[in-house]
């Protein structure tokens, strides 16, 4: 069965750090690029980042440029999400999935494009 499993969530404070993990079971990463999502209650989920297959690009939603890094360790067979300067809003369940179409194109909101998806991990960003 070929799925994600995600850790590294927990409760920080704004301004903090988180670094999250996506571990393939499986199936090995080599040939997908990876897209992170978050979902908060009540709300759609959406992409947050996603990196190519090689590694060489990588692509942030507006509210995380400058924030958050996407990397990918092809050895450890995991892709990995740095969040940094997290505010509130952040908080939500975050996910990890593979592409369908092996490039990083809709990850924003075209979630139909990506599969393998985890059970996520929770992000909580409170005083």
């Known amino acids: 069965q070929l799925q994600f499993v995600e850790s590294g969530g927990g409760l920080v404070q704004p301004g903090g750090s988180l670094r999250l993990s996506c571990a393939a079971s499986g199936f090995t990463l080599d040939y997908f690029a990876i897209g992170w999502f978050r979902q908060s209650p009540g709300k759609e989920r959406r992409g947050v980042s996603c990196?190519?297959?090689?590694?060489?690009?990588?692509n942030y939603a507006d509210s995380v440029k400058g924030r958050f890094t996407i990397s990918r360790d092809d050895a450890r067979n995991t892709v990995y999400l740095h969040m940094s300067g997290l505010k509130p809003e952040d908080t939500a369940v975050y996910y990890c999935a593979r592409s369908l179409n092996y490039d990083c194109s809709g990850f924003v909101s075209l979630l139909d494009l990506f599969g393998s998806w985890g059970q996520g991990t929770q992000v909580t960003v409170s005083s």
């Open positions: 990196i190519s297959s090689s590694g060489d690009n990588t």
